[in-house]
């Protein structure tokens, strides 16, 4: 499974962003995907979860009622909408996907994509 994501950049705070994650490769096998994010000097924490129909999400306390996981099966796609954006949001956001693979759970992960709020 391969991981791309888009739609990082600057913004002012209060602004929104759009992020995507594209998926291809055996994308039938991967199950829950999520957003992480890395801030400098920080360890990588998790944003925000999804469940494999994209029925059951939960959030980061941090980011609960400003951002919306969700995700489209049919494009192979997971996204992330982001309102309300405050600098301390700025990070390197991850897409992750969790699949199974040979009876085993596997972590992909993409390169990332950086989120600057400006004050």
């Known amino acids: 499974v391969q991981l791309v994501e888009s739609g990082g950049g600057l913004v002012q705070a209060g602004g929104s962003l759009r992020l995507s994650c594209s998926a291809s490769g055996s994308t039938f096998s991967i199950n829950t995907m999520g957003w992480y994010r890395q801030a400098p000097g920080k360890q990588r924490e998790l944003v925000a979860i999804?469940?494999?129909?994209?029925?059951?999400?939960n959030y980061a306390d941090s980011v609960k009622g400003r951002f919306t996981i969700s995700r489209d099966n049919a494009k192979n796609s997971m996204y992330l909408q982001m309102n309300s954006l405050n600098p301390e949001d700025t990070a390197v956001y991850y897409c992750n996907a969790g699949a199974w693979y040979g009876g085993s759970w596997v972590d992909y992960w993409g390169q990332g994509t950086q989120v600057t709020v400006s004050s």
């Open positions: 999804i469940s494999s129909g994209g029925g059951a999400t």
